[in-house]
């Protein structure tokens, strides 16, 4: 069979093909374990909340017409009939006139309506209770007040399926009773590295051999993507064993990224290793990126293989800017292709950087901070089998395709990586 090479098509073409991989199961997880997760059902409020009124702040529960009109120069002057429990609900009922000291997460009493805080009142006696306070600024209906209902409803969707859950929404799931929830299944990641030249970290490597950078680096990677990496080891560049370890690593896990699958003398072991399986195409062999343009999307089944380029810069760069998306979009991230999934920060060029059309030119950036002023952005030059550019960048640049590059001075975003 006769195999074509660089059939190049560009990274949004290449999302969206990675789009079409189906998101894995749903597995329910102690709440414990849910941080960073993506919800894979809607959360349905069992109950209000907060169920009652509550204060928000120290103060003086009142109705807001008592209030009204008050202030430093002209205060308002109620009589306070209660020192509420935060524990227990309010047994009374505030009057015309009245208000009833409050903590912070009271529940406030039949009558009242907002609080004002502590701040702005002056107790004209000693006593808790029974004595005449000083109003001094206006209240408005609900001043101060977390309403029943206010973050959500009985019965109402409280987070929806597809909700990145970070602290505030596992704390949303705790105030509503949540011991678990159903969440997206982490992917299982498989990572081969093919070539003859490579040896393991531990050895001494003779003249024309490398010891195995991808395995490490890509799978640090993973583990960041929240993914589950399995490092099967070093591949031999010959049909049988790619075939074999490919099959194993395809049984095993979701998702199988095959490093040094796309250089020159195994790039074609890769093709047909993938096109060998049962029920499986190759769907991509290039992308208009740069480093990374010889990557290789295969499917085998309902499951994604990547080939990355050997070279440690190009691997590096593909997994950032296509190979994170795809385990996003895997556990059920619904934006995992947006660019404001991206951490961004603005910086000013220091240099011209030149940039071919056709291709999107990720530049190796590292930064000089600067009192007052946006950092400034060096590019990092050199070839992409050298560690020392990604070592001394903080981030990359991107050149857009149709761009023949940027131009010093320039206010860009570096995508810290």
Known sequence: MQHGFFTIISRSEFEDKLRGFTPLEAETVDLAGCAGRVLAKDMIAPHDWPLLNRSCMDGFAVNARDAFGSSETNPGYLECVASLPIDK?????????ECARIATGGVLPEGADSVVMVEHTQAMEQQVVGGTIEIRKSAAPFDNVMQRGEDAREGAVALNAGTLLRPQEIGLAAALGFESLAVRRRARVGILSTGDELIEVGETPRPGQVRDVNTHTVAALVEQADGLPTRYGIVKDDLVSLSHALKRAIEENDLVLLSGGSSIGVRDLTVQAIEAMDDSEIMAHGVAISPGKPTILGRVGQKPVLGLPGQVTSALVVVHVLVLPLIRHLHGDPGAFSPNRRC????????????????EDYVRIRLEEREGQPPLAHPVLGKSGLLRTIVQAHGLAAIPAESEGLYANDLIDVWIV
Do not use: F, Q, T, Y
Not at 347 to 353: G, Q, T, W
């Open 89 to 97: 609900l309010p047994d009374i009922v505030l009057n015309p006139g």
């Open 344 to 359: 961004l920060r603005k910086a000013e060029l220091a240099r011209n950087v030149a940039s071919k059309p056709g291709r």
